[in-house]
């Protein structure tokens, strides 16, 4: 199958989207070369992606090269943002890692890293910005071995440093690619005479390297004292996609130099759809077989509504009828669109393998299955990140309510890490999302897409309540009679600290004193009472219950009765614990000159931060710490303000930990 499905995935400015535009434009899918800078990029085609100047929603586009037709998503590189890298990532075959030839791997680049592991996607690497001051491959490389555990192997040699860089040395070809300023194409030339011994040394690393990973490749190397371009190229492609060693190419997407190389290493080295294993719940990338897709985004806007899909299987025809497997209802496809970012070109149909967006489904939400009637089947859907942050959001005139309600249910139906919920205290409508950015964008959507007036309170954080000490053998009886069947249930539960923030029920009853229905009963009870927890109302987290002891009625006992008696012997119990107040707490690495770190410590220490690194370069300082959510709120502004404008800082979230003062 000549496709590609693949995901462009890196730290916020480090390339991703110039990236995406070079190949766009490289390909003939444009004719013009889009800049950040401009607000003339194709993917970031939103008014608050050009204002703000970074990726805020994943976008997906098509192109063809070398005879295969490659489906792109340039994700967002921004923390608040990772739900959108996770869906996609769902969806994709393959991802371009890009990395800054100057940083390295940075704090969000090893978190998308590690979203790509869990998902199994392979990857290639592209270190990007080599004609930056201060930029060095090697060092670059040895970020990813030493900071994601991978083996990278540099499959090419920068020819020239900074501002002098002007094309690479192919090591797999041993051929010479130079980018003549403000050319498009590059000349096929020698390796220049300076640089043979050093190509011929890192060749014969490459070679090394990979004979000890490929067994295969190993046979060759042991009779030849060498490998063959065609077995080095096929042995890369199999640990790439094994996931054993990573593929490592360089480059400056802003001068169009080294894009045609990292898309030929698209092709040559990342899989295509019928390569893969079936995920769990999908049948082999065949067209012929019944239809299964995947929704991963839904566009829900007063004008009408658009779902992506990423096929696995079958043929998707216009005017077909398909079942929603996750929701139990049919849907009609009325048109079927070939996206490239807000535009797109309508197509009779789509098979396995195709990444397209389909208008007719009205209530599929992203990670619903869509399939054949006849052959219903359910995917595993991405996971979603629960929210940390949240906002009081209200209309500031009585008449726009309602319009309100429904903006916010849209809100939440394109970006299910947004969770919209009413305060049963106050009343109020809150907004839940991944962090002060993420909360700012959804009510500026709010504002500029709905035109409606809001009112925003302070952000608030989400807290957790856990069990510090438990307790043991707590009784509790459930017993009413009203007329006609009584409840009858008698639970008796140990509580205790559970281990990695988890709920952990299990049951030690013996002799059938209580059925197995009802300990199912007692455990879902138990889940009811860890939505409020006793010190603030918290939702409560990292306990172990333990069912003992119980007794039931010929009569009068049913799953209901045991269900309540779990719920109120929980509240009973955790009351009785001792239990700690959790607060949501984020890595933040600051980078700042290194004349302003007096300062930026001291800041960090008055917002209760633990300093965990400080590193110095060049006249720059990185100072990384452990920091309470709560308190990076307005940090933006403070940093900018002790360092002259000059300091910068990013956050990825580290769990929860005790409140502390």
């Given at each position: 199958?000549?496709?590609?499905?693949?995901?462009?995935?890196a730290?916020?400015?480090?390339?991703k989207?110039t990236v995406?535009e070079?190949?766009?434009?490289?390909?003939?899918?444009?004719?013009?070369?889009?800049?950040?800078?401009?607000?003339?990029?194709?993917?970031?085609?939103?008014?608050?992606?050009?204002?703000?100047?970074?990726?805020?929603?994943?976008?997906?586009?098509?192109?063809?090269?070398?005879?295969?037709?490659?489906?792109?998503?340039?994700?967002?590189?921004?923390?608040?943002?990772?739900?959108?890298?996770?869906?996609?990532?769902r969806v994709?075959?393959?991802a371009?890692?890009?990395f800054?030839?100057?940083?390295?791997?940075?704090?969000?680049?090893?978190?998308?890293?590690?979203?790509a592991?869990?998902?199994?996607?392979?990857?290639?690497?592209f270190?990007?910005?080599?004609?930056?001051?201060?930029?060095?491959?090697d060092?670059?490389?040895a970020?990813?071995?030493?900071?994601l555990?991978t083996?990278?192997?540099?499959?090419?040699?920068?020819?020239?440093r900074?501002?002098?860089?002007?094309?690479?040395?192919?090591l797999v070809?041993?051929?010479a690619?130079?980018?003549?300023?403000?050319?498009?194409?590059?000349?096929?030339?020698?390796?220049p005479?300076?640089?043979?011994?050093?190509?011929?040394?890192?060749r014969?690393?490459?070679?090394?390297?990979?004979?000890?990973?490929?067994?295969?490749?190993l046979?060759?190397?042991?009779?030849?004292?060498?490998?063959?371009?065609?077995?080095?190229?096929?042995?890369?492609?199999?640990?790439?996609?094994?996931?054993?060693?990573?593929?490592?190419?360089?480059?400056?997407?802003?001068?169009?130099?080294?894009?045609?190389?990292l898309?030929?290493?698209?092709v040559a080295?990342?899989?295509?759809?019928?390569?893969?294993?079936?995920?769990?719940?999908?049948?082999?990338?065949?067209?012929?077989?019944?239809?299964?897709?995947?929704?991963f985004?839904?566009?829900?806007s007063?004008?009408g509504?658009?779902?992506?899909?990423?096929?696995?299987?079958?043929?998707?025809?216009?005017g077909?009828?398909?079942?929603d497997?996750?929701?139990?209802?049919?849907?009609?496809i009325?048109?079927?669109?070939?996206?490239?970012?807000?535009?797109?070109?309508?197509v009779?149909?789509?098979?396995a393998g195709?990444?397209?967006?389909?208008v007719?489904?009205?209530?599929?939400?992203?990670?619903?299955?869509?399939?054949?009637p006849?052959?219903p089947?359910v995917?595993?859907?991405?996971?979603?990140?629960?929210?940390?942050?949240?906002?009081?959001?209200?209309?500031?005139?009585?008449?726009d309510?309602?319009?309100?309600?429904?903006?916010l249910?849209?809100?939440?139906?394109?970006?299910?890490?947004?969770?919209?919920?009413?305060?049963p205290?106050?009343?109020?409508?809150?907004l839940?999302?991944?962090?002060?950015?993420?909360?700012e964008?959804?009510?500026?959507k709010?504002?500029?897409?709905?035109?409606?007036?809001v009112?925003?309170g302070?952000?608030?954080v989400?807290?957790?309540?856990?069990?510090?000490?438990?307790?043991?053998?707590?009784?509790?009886?459930?017993?009413?009679?009203?007329?006609?069947?009584g409840?009858?249930?008698?639970?008796?539960?140990?509580?205790?600290?559970?281990?990695?923030?988890?709920?952990?029920?299990?049951?030690?009853?013996?002799?059938?004193?209580?059925?197995?229905?009802?300990?199912?009963?007692v455990?879902?009870?138990?889940?009811?009472?860890?939505v409020?927890?006793?010190?603030?109302?918290?939702?409560?987290?990292?306990?172990?219950?333990?069912?003992?002891?119980?007794?039931?009625h010929?009569k009068d006992?049913?799953?209901?009765?045991?269900?309540?008696?779990?719920?109120?012997?929980?509240?009973?119990?955790?009351?009785?614990?001792?239990?700690?107040?959790?607060?949501?707490?984020?890595?933040?690495?600051v980078?700042?000159?290194?004349?302003?770190?007096?300062?930026?410590?001291?800041?960090?220490?008055?917002?209760?931060?633990?300093?965990?690194?400080?590193?110095?370069?060049?006249?720059?300082?990185?100072?990384?710490?452990?920091?309470?959510?709560?308190?990076l709120?307005?940090?933006?502004?403070?940093?900018?303000g002790?360092t002259?404008?000059?300091?910068?800082?990013?956050?990825r979230?580290a769990?929860?930990?005790?409140?502390?003062?």
């Amino acid at each position: 199958m000549r496709v590609r499905n693949l995901g462009i995935l890196a730290h916020v400015d480090a390339g991703k989207t110039t990236v995406t535009e070079r190949f766009l434009y490289l390909t003939g899918a444009t004719h013009k070369r889009g800049e950040v800078h401009d607000g003339t990029t194709v993917t970031d085609f939103d008014p608050l992606e050009r204002d703000r100047g970074i990726t805020i929603f994943a976008a997906a586009v098509s192109c063809d090269w070398a005879g295969h037709r490659v489906n792109l998503i340039d994700t967002p590189g921004h923390v608040d943002f990772s739900d959108e890298v996770e869906r996609s990532l769902r969806v994709l075959d393959g991802a371009v890692a890009v990395f800054d030839a100057v940083a390295g791997v940075e704090p969000q680049s090893e978190t998308v890293w590690r979203q790509a592991d869990r998902h199994g996607v392979p990857r290639i690497a592209f270190v990007n910005k080599l004609d930056r001051a201060g930029a060095e491959l090697d060092a670059a490389v040895a970020s990813l071995r030493d900071r994601l555990g991978t083996v990278p192997l540099p499959v090419q040699l920068p020819i020239g440093r900074e501002d002098g860089f002007t094309g690479v040395v192919d090591l797999v070809r041993m051929r010479a690619y130079v980018w003549a300023d403000g050319a498009d194409t590059f000349a096929d030339l020698p390796v220049p005479d300076d640089l043979r011994d050093e190509a011929r040394h890192r060749r014969r690393r490459l070679e090394e390297t990979v004979a000890e990973l490929h067994p295969g490749a190993l046979e060759e190397f042991c009779g030849e004292d060498a490998l063959s371009g065609e077995t080095l190229t096929s042995a890369l492609r199999d640990l790439t996609l094994s996931g054993d060693a990573v593929v490592v190419l360089c480059g400056s997407a802003y001068r169009n130099r080294g894009i045609e190389p990292l898309l030929d290493a698209v092709v040559a080295y990342l899989p295509a759809p019928s390569d893969l294993p079936p995920v769990r719940g999908e049948v082999p990338a065949d067209p012929g077989a019944p239809f299964t897709a995947l929704a991963f985004k839904v566009n829900a806007s007063a004008t009408g509504r658009m779902t992506y899909l990423r096929v696995y299987a079958g043929t998707l025809r216009k005017g077909d009828t398909v079942l929603d497997a996750t929701a139990g209802r049919t849907e009609r496809i009325a048109r079927i669109l070939r996206v490239q970012a807000d535009r797109a070109t309508e197509v009779d149909e789509a098979r396995a393998g195709d990444i397209v967006a389909v208008v007719g489904p009205k209530s599929a939400r992203a990670g619903a299955t869509l399939c054949a009637p006849d052959a219903p089947v359910v995917l595993e859907p991405p996971s979603t990140a629960d929210p940390v942050v949240s906002v009081a959001v209200e209309a500031r005139r009585s008449t726009d309510t309602g319009r309100l309600a429904t903006a916010l249910a849209r809100l939440s139906e394109e970006d299910p890490s947004l969770v919209v919920r009413s305060d049963p205290e106050t009343g109020q409508t809150v907004l839940s999302g991944l962090g002060e950015l993420h909360l700012e964008v959804a009510v500026e959507k709010l504002r500029r897409d709905r035109g409606l007036e809001v009112t925003v309170g302070r952000p608030q954080v989400a807290y957790r309540e856990t069990v510090t000490k438990g307790v043991a053998g707590l009784l509790h009886r459930h017993v009413k009679q009203d007329g006609g069947a009584g409840q009858f249930a008698h639970v008796v539960l140990d509580v205790e600290p559970a281990v990695d923030d988890e709920f952990v029920f299990t049951s030690t009853v013996t002799g059938g004193r209580v059925p197995q229905e009802y300990v199912r009963a007692v455990e879902a009870g138990c889940r009811d009472a860890l939505v409020e927890g006793p010190l603030g109302g918290h939702p409560v987290t990292g306990v172990r219950v333990t069912l003992t002891d119980g007794a039931t009625h010929p009569k009068d006992s049913s799953e209901m009765a045991f269900r309540t008696a779990g719920r109120f012997a929980l509240r009973e119990a955790l009351r009785a614990s001792v239990m700690t107040l959790l607060e949501p707490v984020a890595e933040v690495t600051v980078t700042v000159p290194a004349e302003s770190v007096g300062p930026v410590l001291g800041d960090l220490a008055a917002r209760r931060g633990r300093v965990t690194d400080q590193t110095t370069r060049s006249g720059t300082a990185v100072v990384s710490a452990t920091v309470p959510l709560a308190e990076l709120f307005g940090y933006a502004s403070r940093l900018r303000g002790r360092t002259q404008g000059r300091g910068t800082f990013t956050t990825r979230p580290a769990g929860y930990q005790a409140a502390r003062d």
